[in-house]
C-alpha cells in the first residue's frame, strides 16, 4: 500500500512536470518572437499533444523502473535510466502526434521537448539527493574525529562515501593524500587532496587528524609498507581498506574498513578468476575435494560452492575440521548438497568404496603432510601418505572415470632437499604416468606458502609476540613465495578449467619475502619497536630446509596459459618401473622402512635428492 501511494505521487509530479515541459519547449521556441504569445495554430498543438506526452512518458517511465528507486542514493546509474526514458518518451510523443493526429509538430520544438523533460524530470529525482549531501549531512553530529584518506581514487571515494553513509559515527574525512602530481589541490566529493606521502605528518600535524585510512588495494607491498612506517611514526590509528582480491573474493565486506594485516604489505596484483571457464566444468558436476577439514581443503569448499555444483563431497581424516567445514557450508549454501566422509587416504579399499559411491566428475587431492621438520623426523609417514595416498586416489578415480583430477603440490618439489617436498615431486610423478593410461585428465597445481594455513609462519610468530617474544627466524636470508588462502584456492578451481591432462601448472607468487622483514613487519603492526619491545633470535635452518624455494626446475621450463597468473611446466620424463617398484614396497612395508631406506628409494626416483640439489642449493 506505501509502495503503491508513493508510485501514485511521483506518477502525478511527473505528469505536472511532463506538462510544464511541453508548454516550455513552445514557448521557448515562440513566445519570444511572438511578444510572450504561443500562435494560435501551434497553441492548439500544444493543447491536443498534451494528453498524449502525459501518457507516452508515464509509461515509459514506469518501464524503465523509474518508481522503484530511492533516489537519495542516485547515481551515474540512475542518471543513465532517466535520460534513456525520456528520450524513448519523446520519440513515442512525436510519433504518436504524427501519425494519430494531423498537427505539425516542429523538429525544433521535439529537441526542446526532450531538453527540458530532461532537465524537470531529472532535476525532480536528484534533488534528493543534492539537499540529502550537501544540507541534511551538515547538520549530522557524528564524530569529532579527523579521517585522512591515502590515495585519491575509486577506493579513497568509496572509504569517503562509507564514513558519510555511516553519518559520520567514525570520523568526518578532512582530505586525501596521493602522489600523483595531476590530483593535487583538486576535491573529490568536495574534499581536497592535500600533498603526497611525504607530506603525511605535516597534514597530521596540521589538521589534528585522529584516523589514516589507507585505500589503495591495488598498490604493491613495498610501497603499502612505506606508507605504514610513515603512518606508524604519526602515533594516530591506521586503518586499510581490504584489497581487491578480498572484495571480489567475498572474503570481505566492500565497505568494510579494518586493521592493517601483514598481508596488505606483501601486495601483488590482484586475481582475476575466468568465471565461465570455472562455471563450466564445476556447475552440476559432483565435485570431491581431499583434505576438506585443511585450510586449503575448506577454502577450495568455498569456493567451489559458488559454481552450483550437483554435489560438494568433503573428505577428511579429522572428524572435527570436517564436522566444522560442513556446518559452515550447510549454513551458507543452504541449497546445497553436501556429502562428508571422514576418509584416510592411505586405506585403498575404503578409497574405491568412496569414488564409486559417488562417481565424481571433478577431484581436488588437497589431503597431504606438508610439515617439513614432522615428516624429517617421520619419513615413513610421507611416503604412506603424500605418494600411496596419492596413488591410490588415482587409481580410483581412473576406475571411476573422474573427468579432471587436480593434485595440489608445492614449492617445495622442486629440487627437493626435503623428504616431504620429495614425496610430493614423487607424487606429481604419480599422477602424470596415471595420466598417460587413463581417460581421466591429471594435472597438478604447484605454488608457495600459504599465508594463514596452519603450516604458515604468520601463527606461530603471532603466538610469540603475544607472549612478549622472542620471535624465532631461522635464518636472516630465509625467503619464501606467499600467497592469501583465498587467492590460491581461486587459482586451483582456474588451472582445473585449463587441464588438458599431463601439466604441472605454476602459480605466480610474486616476488619472495624475505622472512625476516615479515617478522619485523608484524611487530611493527602489533604495536611494538622489533629488537627494542621483541627481540628477534635467530635459531639456526632445521633439517630439511632452504634458503629460498623453488617453482621450477633446469629442466622444466615453463610455457604460458591463457591466464596471466597461472604457466605450465613442461613434463620431465618418468621412469615409470621405478614409480612402481616404490609404490609396491610402500604398500608391502610402508611402516617398516627405515629412515635411511626411504632416502635411497626416494633418490631412486629423484636423483637429485640430497645429492645434486644439496650442493647446488649451497653455492647458490
Not at 26 to 34: A, D, P
Amino acid at each position: 500500500m506505501i509502495w503503491r501511494r508513493r508510485t501514485l505521487l511521483h506518477m502525478a509530479i511527473d505528469a505536472v512536470l511532463v506538462n510544464l515541459a511541453a508548454f516550455l519547449s513552445f514557448y521557448i521556441r515562440f513566445g519570444f518572437e511572438g511578444n510572450g504569445k504561443i500562435p494560435e495554430e501551434y497553441l492548439l498543438t500544444l493543447t491536443h499533444s498534451a494528453w498524449t506526452a502525459t501518457l507516452v512518458y508515464l509509461a515509459v517511465f514506469y518501464i524503465f523502473g523509474l518508481y522503484n528507486k530511492l533516489w537519495q542514493y542516485a547515481s551515474i546509474g540512475e542518471l543513465v535510466s532517466i535520460i534513456f526514458a525520456v528520450t524513448v518518451g519523446t520519440a513515442g510523443t512525436v510519433a504518436l502526434v504524427y501519425f494519430l493526429a494531423p498537427l505539425r509538430f516542429p523538429h525544433s520544438v521535439s529537441a526542446l521537448l526532450w531538453f527540458t523533460t530532461l532537465f524537470l524530470i531529472g532535476g525532480s529525482r536528484f534533488i534528493w539527493r543534492i539537499f540529502q549531501d550537501n544540507i541534511f549531512t551538515q547538520h549530522v553530529p557524528g564524530s569529532q574525529n579527523q579521517v585522512l584518506i591515502i590515495g585519491a581514487g575509486d577506493a579513497g571515494v568509496m572509504a569517503a562515501r562509507e564514513l558519510k553513509n555511516k553519518n559520520y559515527r567514525e570520523g568526518r574525512p578532512v582530505g586525501y593524500i596521493d602522489d600523483a602530481v595531476r590530483k593535487q589541490r583538486l576535491q573529490l566529493m568536495g574534499i581536497p587532496v592535500l600533498g603526497t606521502r611525504k607530506d603525511i605528518p605535516r597534514v597530521v600535524k596540521n589538521h589534528n587528524i585522529d584516523k589514516i585510512i589507507i585505500a589503495m588495494p591495488s598498490a604493491s607491498g613495498e610501497v603499502i609498507r612505506e606508507i605504514v612506517g610513515i603512518c606508524e611514526k604519526t602515533g594516530v590509528d591506521l586503518k586499510i581498506m581490504p584489497g581487491v582480491f578480498d572484495m571480489v573474493s567475498g572474503q570481505l565486506d566492500t565497505n568494510e574498513i579494518r586493521e592493517v594485516q601483514v598481508e596488505d604489505l606483501l601486495g601483488r596484483e590482484p586475481v582475476s578468476v575466468n568465471l565461465e571457464d570455472v562455471a563450466g566444468y564445476l556447475t552440476g558436476e559432483v565435485v570431491l575435494i581431499t583434505g576438506g577439514g585443511g585450510s586449503i581443503g575448506s577454502e577450495l569448499c568455498r569456493q567451489v560452492a559458488r559454481f552450483n555444483p550437483a554435489k560438494l563431497v568433503v573428505v577428511g581424516h579429522g572428524e572435527n575440521s570436517v564436522f566444522d567445514i560442513e556446518q559452515e557450508l550447510r549454513v551458507d549454501n543452504p541449497t546445497l548438497d553436501v556429502a562428508t566422509e571422514i576418509l584416510d587416504v592411505k586405506d585403498r579399499d575404503k578409497v574405491h568404496i568412496v569414488f564409486q559411491r559417488y562417481k565424481p566428475g571433478v577431484v581436488f587431492h588437497a589431503a597431504a603432510h606438508k610439515h617439513v621438520p614432522l615428516m624429517e623426523k617421520n619419513p615413513e609417514e610421507a611416503l604412506k601418505n603424500n605418494v600411496m595416498g596419492t596413488s591410490n586416489l588415482t587409481e580410483a578415480a581412473d576406475e571411476a572415470k573422474v573427468k579432471t583430477f587436480v593434485l595440489i603440490s608445492t614449492d617445495k618439489a622442486v629440487n627437493p632437499t626435503s623428504i616431504m617436498g620429495t614425496t610430493k615431486r614423487v607424487a606429481e610423478m604419480v599422477i602424470q604416468s596415471m595420466d598417460k593410461r587413463s581417460e581421466t585428465k591429471f594435472v597438478a597445481v604447484r605454488f608457495g606458502n600459504v599465508l594463514g594455513s596452519r603450516g604458515s609462519v604468520i601463527p606461530t610468530f603471532k603466538r610469540q609476540i603475544a607472549k612478549g617474544g622472542p620471535v624465532t627466524v631461522t635464518h636472516p636470508d630465509m625467503v619464501r613465495f606467499f600467497m592469501t588462502i583465498p587467492e590460491a584456492s581461486q587459482l586451483v578451481i582456474q588451472a582445473g578449467s585449463m587441464a588438458e591432462g599431463g601439466e604441472i601448472f605454476i602459480l605466480d607468487m610474486g616476488q619472495p619475502v624475505k622472512i625476516l622483514d615479515l617478522a619485523r613487519d608484524l611487530i611493527s603492526l602489533s604495536g611494538f619497536e622489533p629488537d627494542v619491545d621483541i627481540k628477534i633470535k635467530f635459531t639456526g635452518m632445521r633439517p630439511g630446509e632452504k634458503l629460498y624455494e623453488e617453482l621450477l626446475t633446469a629442466e622444466e621450463g615453463t610455457s604460458a596459459t591463457k591466464h596471466k597468473r597461472i604457466f605450465v611446466a613442461k613434463p620431465n620424463n618418468i621412469n615409470v618401473s621405478q614409480l612402481e617398484e616404490l609404490i609396491h614396497l610402500i604398500r608391502e612395508r610402508g611402516s617398516y622402512l627405515t629412515r635411511e631406506e626411504v632416502i635411497a628409494q626416494l633418490q631412486s626416483v629423484v636423483p637429485t635428492f640430497r645429492k645434486q640439489a644439496s650442493k647446488a642449493v649451497a653455492n647458490q
